[in-house]
C-alpha cells in the first residue's frame, strides 16, 4: 500500500525540496499550504504571502502534485497569536512557533490532511524519526547546526506516527543545491526571520497596538533593590535583552527578570543573567518522562542556544526543576526548556 | 489513492465536444485567411463567420445581424452593459444602471465600474432567499432614467432561473434595454422565448461544450449599443479585431449540438440533480439547498452546509477523486462569503460553506451515486478537521 503523504508548503526552500524528494519515492503526495492569519496593519502573514502562495503553487506544478491551501486564519489566531499577546501581557515570552506546531501543522492541519485521506504529514523541518520497540523516537537532524527539533519536541506518539521529515538527513547546503538542480522556484529565497504574522514589523509595536494596557510605565530596579531608572512598559522588552533599555551603565546592563506584580523590570550585568536552576510547567514529553535519577540527559533552553547536561526533579505532576550543569544564559519565562537524551528529543515543558 | 477525477463542475467549463473540435479543426491551420481580406482565402474565411452566425441565429430564432461575436461571456457582459449604458446617456441621458446583487462578477463589477469611473448611479433589485427577481420590483423601478438593467438568467452559484422573458419585456415596454447573462442557461434552456423580446443576451462557448476564450452577445437591432472595442469595422462597428475564425465556427457548432441534445439532456440532467439534491439532503446534517428548489439549471445543485470550510471541502473531495466547486472557492485560502449567498439571506456561517454540484452529457448515474457514497463522510471528516 503506498502512503499518501501531505506535504506542508511555504513556498520556502525547504518544503520545496522536501516536496522535491517526496515525489521520488512510490508515495502518493499532494502539497497543502495554511493561510494563516495576519496583523491587518501589517500586511500579509510572511508565511503565506501572495508571492509565497505564487511561489508554492508553481513548485507543486512543477513537481506534479495537487496543490491546496487551507485557511487556517482563525484558528492561527486564537490558539497562537491571542496566546502569544496574553503572555506578553503576562510578563512572559511565548514562542509561537512551537504553540503554532503542536496546535496548528500538528493539529488543525494534520487533521484536514487526514479527512483529505492522507496517511502522512510532511514538513520541511530538520528532525528525524525513528521507530524502536513499537514506540516513535524524536531524533535531532544528521546535521546539528540546522536541527529543528526544538521546535518539534511538542509532538506526541500520536503526531509522529503519522510524521515525515525528508531533510532530517541533509545539510542547508545540500538542499539549496537539490532546489538548484531541479530548478525548483524557491531556490534562491532567502530563510526566514521574526514572527510570520508581523510581515516583518517589530513585535513591540504589535504588542502596543494590541494591549496598549501593558504599556504602563514602571521603575527599573537592579538585583539589589536600587532604582536605577523607569521604562516605558514590561510588554516591551524580554529576559536577556541588552539594547534598548535606555540605561547608560558602566557595564552592559540585561534584563534579568520581568516583575509583572508591581511593574518592575530588574536588569543586571551578563553574570546576573545565567541561572542552573529554574522551573518548567505545561510539561509534554515524546514518550515517558525521564526518570529523576536520570544522569544523562541535556537540556537546552532556547531554539538556537547550546544544550548543557542536566537532571530533572518532579515538583508535582505538572512541574519539575531543572538542575543544569552550570549557569546559563536566557532561560526565559515562557520559552521551552526542551530535553535530549543524546540525539534523541524527548520533550520538556514551559520556562516558569 | 485517486482514480482519474469525476468532473462534477460542469458550471465551471466542460470538455470540449469531439464533433466542435472537427468543425473547428481546419480553421487552426489550413483555413487561415482573415475575414475582412478580399481574395478568395479571406472569403473562405468571411463563410465560415458568416455560417456560424446563421446558425447561432437559426438556434436563438433571431435575424443575422443580431449576432455579435466576442471573446467570450464576460466581453459580452461589458459590451452590454457599457455599450447600452454609454448609449442611452448619449441618446436621453439616462444615467441609472439597475441590476441584481446576484449577478456574476462580469456584470457586478462593469456596473460598479460604470458608477465609479463614469457617473452612474447604481441600483440594485432586491432578490428572494432564491435569488429571483420579482418583476413587480422591477416595474415599480424602471424610470426615464434607467440606462440599462441587467438581470441573470441562470445563476452560475445557485442555479436559479429568472423570469427574463417577463422582465425583458416590461423594459421593452419602456424603452429601456434590457441585458441578461445566460452564459450558464444557454446549455440547458431553450432562449428562443427570451429572443423574441428585444433582449442584450450574453453566451459563452466553454459553458456548452464549445472552446473557451469565445462568447456572443445577441444585439436585437432596437437596443442602441457603443462600441467597447473600436477599431476595424468588425462586427457591425461593433466589436473590432480580426475574427478568430476557428472559435467562432467552434461555438456555433457547440450551440447547434447543444439545442439538439437539449430535450433529452434536460430530462437525464434533472434526474440526476434531483437525486443529488434529495440525498444529500437526507444524508448530510446541518444542509440546505441554496437557490431554488425547482425553477433551477436541470443540472446544477447547489448547498450551503453550517460551520464547514467550502474550500477544504472542494479539496478534501478532489482528493477522493470528484471536482466539484464553492462559492467561495478562493486559491488564497482566504474565503470570504460568497455575495450571492449573503443576497439569499444566509448568514455567514453557511455561507462559507457552500458546494456546488454540476453534472453533464458524460455524467454517469454510477458517478453520481459513487459521489454521493462518499460526500456525507467527507462532509464530516471535514467539520472535524475544522474543529467543528
Redesign the interface.
Same mark, same amino acid.
Given at each position: 500500500m503506498?502512503r499518501?503523504v501531505a506535504i506542508a508548503m511555504s513556498g520556502g526552500v525547504d518544503s520545496s525540496v522536501a516536496a522535491a524528494l517526496l515525489t521520488q519515492s512510490q508515495d502518493?503526495v499532494?502539497g497543502l &499550504?495554511?493561510?494563516l492569519w495576519a496583523d491587518p496593519h501589517q500586511g500579509p502573514n510572511r508565511c503565506?504571502s501572495?508571492v509565497d502562495?505564487e511561489r508554492a503553487?508553481q513548485t507543486a506544478a512543477q513537481l506534479g502534485i495537487?496543490f491546496?491551501?487551507?485557511?487556517a486564519?482563525q484558528?492561527f489566531l486564537q490558539e497562537v497569536v491571542e496566546p502569544f499577546i496574553r503572555g506578553y501581557a503576562q510578563g512572559v515570552t511565548p514562542n509561537p512557533c512551537m504553540s503554532c506546531n503542536r496546535l496548528i501543522r500538528w493539529g488543525?492541519l494534520l487533521?484536514?490532511a487526514?479527512? &483529505?485521506?492522507?496517511t502522512h504529514l510532511a514538513t520541511g523541518h530538520y528532525a528525524r524519526t525513528a521507530l524502536r520497540d513499537g514506540h516513535w523516537h524524536l531524533l535531532r537532524a544528521r546535521h546539528p547546526d540546522k536541527d529543528q527539533s526544538y521546535v518539534l519536541s511538542v509532538l506526541s506518539q500520536q503526531h509522529l506516527s503519522h510524521a515525515l521529515f525528508p531533510l532530517g538527513e541533509l545539510t542547508k547546503n545540500e538542499v539549496r543545491q537539490i532546489a538548484r538542480q531541479r530548478g525548483l522556484a524557491a531556490m534562491d529565497r532567502l530563510d526566514s526571520q521574526d514572527l510570520c504574522f508581523l510581515g516583518g514589523s517589530d513585535y513591540r509595536d504589535f504588542l502596543a497596538s494590541r494591549v496598549p494596557e501593558a504599556y504602563r510605565p514602571g521603575p527599573i530596579l537592579n538585583t539589589h533593590g536600587e532604582t536605577l531608572g523607569a521604562h516605558s512598559g514590561l510588554v516591551g522588552f524580554t529576559v536577556g535583552q541588552r539594547k534598548g533599555i535606555g540605561l547608560s551603565a558602566s557595564s552592559p546592563l540585561y534584563v534579568i527578570e520581568k516583575r509583572v506584580a508591581d511593574n518592575t523590570l530588574i536588569v543586571g550585568p551578563r553574570t546576573e543573567l545565567a541561572r542552573s536552576t529554574f522551573s518548567i510547567g505545561e510539561l509534554g514529553w515524546v514518550l515517558d518522562p525521564p526518570r529523576p535519577d536520570a544522569s544523562d540527559l541535556t537540556v537546552q533552553v532556547r531554539y538556537r542556544s547550546r544544550e548543557l547536561p542536566a537532571t530533572i526533579q518532579w515538583l508535582d505532576s505538572s512541574r519539575a526543576l531543572v538542575r543544569a550543569s552550570a549557569p546559563v544564559a536566557g532561560v526565559t519565562p515562557g520559552q521551552a526548556a526542551v530535553f535530549y537524551r543524546g540525539e534523541e528529543c524527548l520533550g520538556g515543558g514551559i520556562i516558569l | 489513492m485517486p482514480a482519474p477525477a469525476v468532473y462534477l463542475d460542469h458550471a465551471a467549463t466542460t470538455p470540449l465536444d469531439p464533433k466542435v473540435l472537427a468543425a473547428m479543426q481546419p480553421y487552426f491551420a489550413a483555413e487561415y485567411g482573415n475575414p475582412s481580406s478580399i481574395h478568395a482565402m479571406g472569403q473562405h474565411a468571411e463563410a465560415a463567420v458568416e455560417r456560424a452566425r446563421s446558425e447561432v441565429a437559426a438556434v436563438l430564432r433571431c435575424p443575422t445581424q443580431d449576432v455579435i461575436f466576442t471573446s467570450g461571456g464576460s466581453e459580452s457582459d461589458n459590451l452590454a452593459l457599457r455599450g447600452a449604458a454609454f448609449a442611452s446617456r448619449e441618446l436621453r441621458g439616462a444615467r441609472r444602471v439597475l441590476t441584481t446583487p446576484v449577478e456574476h462578477p462580469a456584470v457586478l463589477r462593469t456596473a460598479e465600474a460604470l458608477a465609479r469611473q463614469h457617473g452612474f448611479s447604481l441600483d440594485l433589485l432586491p432578490v428572494d432567499h432564491f435569488g429571483q427577481v420579482d418583476p413587480d420590483d422591477l416595474r415599480r423601478r424602471l424610470t426615464p432614467d434607467t440606462a440599462v438593467v441587467s438581470v441573470i438568467h441562470a445563476n452560475n452559484e445557485i442555479g436559479t432561473v429568472n423570469p427574463v422573458t417577463h422582465l425583458a419585456r416590461l423594459c421593452a415596454e419602456q424603452g429601456i434595454p434590457f441585458h441578461t447573462d445566460a452564459v450558464q442557461a444557454a446549455a440547458h434552456l431553450d432562449l428562443q422565448e427570451l429572443t423574441d423580446a428585444p433582449a442584450l443576451i450574453s453566451i459563452g462557448g466553454h459553458k456548452l461544450y464549445g472552446p473557451k476564450g469565445v462568447g456572443v452577445l445577441r444585439c436585437p437591432s432596437q437596443i442602441p449599443l457603443l462600441p467597447e472595442i473600436t477599431g476595424g469595422g468588425q462586427e457591425h462597428g461593433l466589436r473590432a479585431g480580426t475574427h478568430n475564425v476557428p472559435l467562432i465556427v467552434g461555438l456555433a457548432a457547440a450551440l447547434k449540438l447543444a439545442a439538439e441534445t437539449r430535450p433529452v439532456e434536460h430530462a437525464r440532467h434533472s434526474g440526476l440533480r434531483d437525486r443529488i439534491l434529495s440525498r444529500v439532503l437526507a444524508e448530510v446534517p446541518q444542509a440546505v439547498i441554496s437557490g431554488h428548489p425547482l425553477q433551477r439549471l436541470p443540472n446544477h445543485a447547489s448547498f450551503c452546509f453550517h460551520q464547514l470550510d467550502g474550500n477544504a471541502l472542494v479539496a478534501a473531495l478532489d482528493r477522493s477523486g470528484y471536482a466539484c466547486s464553492s462559492g467561495s472557492a478562493c486559491k488564497t485560502g482566504d474565503p470570504t462569503p460568497s455575495g450571492v449567498l449573503l443576497a439569499l439571506g444566509l448568514p455567514p456561517a453557511w455561507a462559507l460553506g457552500s458546494l456546488r454540484v454540476t453534472v453533464g452529457r458524460s455524467t454517469l448515474p454510477q458517478e453520481v451515486d459513487g459521489f454521493l457514497s462518499v460526500l456525507p463522510a467527507v462532509i464530516q471528516a471535514v467539520r472535524s478537521a475544522g474543529g467543528n
Open positions: 503506498p499518501v502518493h499532494f &499550504m495554511l493561510r503565506c501572495p502562495v503553487r495537487p491546496y491551501m487551507i485557511d486564519q484558528p488543525f487533521r484536514h487526514q479527512a &483529505m485521506g492522507a | -
